[in-house]
T-cell receptor
């Protein structure tokens, strides 16, 4: 099956620093990737849609300058949390659709738990 | 914005019993999908049902879709302790930028 690799799985950083999270589709091409944020015992909140070769589309209420998304290739999207604060601590999950698969299901990474001290 | 709403929010059953989880949604959809999430992990796709389908099976999973009521159900038969997880329904709406919108999830606990 299609595999999405997300790295790092856990990161602890100091307040004010920036953290980059990578999302890679290992065996398929993904023109679109999605970034979600999940709070404990809560659903996934879509933050933005990452489009290969163009700007990401952010959901309402998500700060573009805070959460920088880059989708430079068909297999890699990155999320950078800039000037992180404790309230940014959360579980971030990426997902991708196979550009050549007719179906519609998403393939998820294992998530990245960010803790900002 | 929230689309799918699952119920119940939590379900505890004995191993071997069947588990039924429901999902309601609000807008027109292309398809509805169910996902599973183990604690602290990513989501795993379980099954997809298209808007023109009424029922679908995959192993011990049975999904139904009623577009007139805008609802779906996921049935797990002969549950196992390993089925303990959170289950989410997600709707793929008919908008131009098709994206999945997830419900709040159902926490299923299967007691050995």
């Amino acid at each position: 099956g299609a595999v999405v690799s997300q790295h790092p799985s856990r990161v602890i950083c100091k307040s004010g620093t920036s953290v980059k999270i990578e999302c890679r589709s290992l065996d398929f091409q993904a023109t679109t990737m999605f970034w979600y944020r999940q709070f404990p015992k809560k659903s996934l909140m879509l933050m933005a849609t990452s489009n290969e070769g163009s700007k990401a589309t952010y959901e309402q209420g998500v700060e573009k300058d805070k959460f920088l998304i880059n989708h430079a290739s068909l297999t890699l999207s990155t999320l950078t949390v800039t000037s992180a604060h404790p309230e940014d601590s959360s579980f971030y999950i990426c997902s991708a659709r196979d550009a050549y698969r007719v179906g519609g299901e998403l393939f998820f990474g294992e998530g990245s738990r960010l803790t900002v001290l | 914005s929230q689309q799918g709403e699952e119920d119940p929010q939590a379900l505890s059953i004995q191993e071997g019993e069947n588990a039924t989880m429901n999902c309601s949604y609000k807008t027109s959809i292309n398809n509805l999908q169910w996902y599973r999430q183990n604690s602290g992990r990513g989501l795993v796709h379980l099954i997809l049902i298209r808007s023109n389908e009424r029922e679908k099976h995959s192993g011990r999973l049975r999904v139904t879709l009623d577009t007139s009521k805008k609802s779906s159900s996921l049935l797990i038969t002969a549950s196992r302790a390993a089925d303990t997880a959170s289950y989410f329904c997600a709707t793929d709406d008919t908008g131009a930028n098709s994206k999945l919108t997830f419900g709040k999830g159902i926490t299923l606990s299967v007691r050995p």
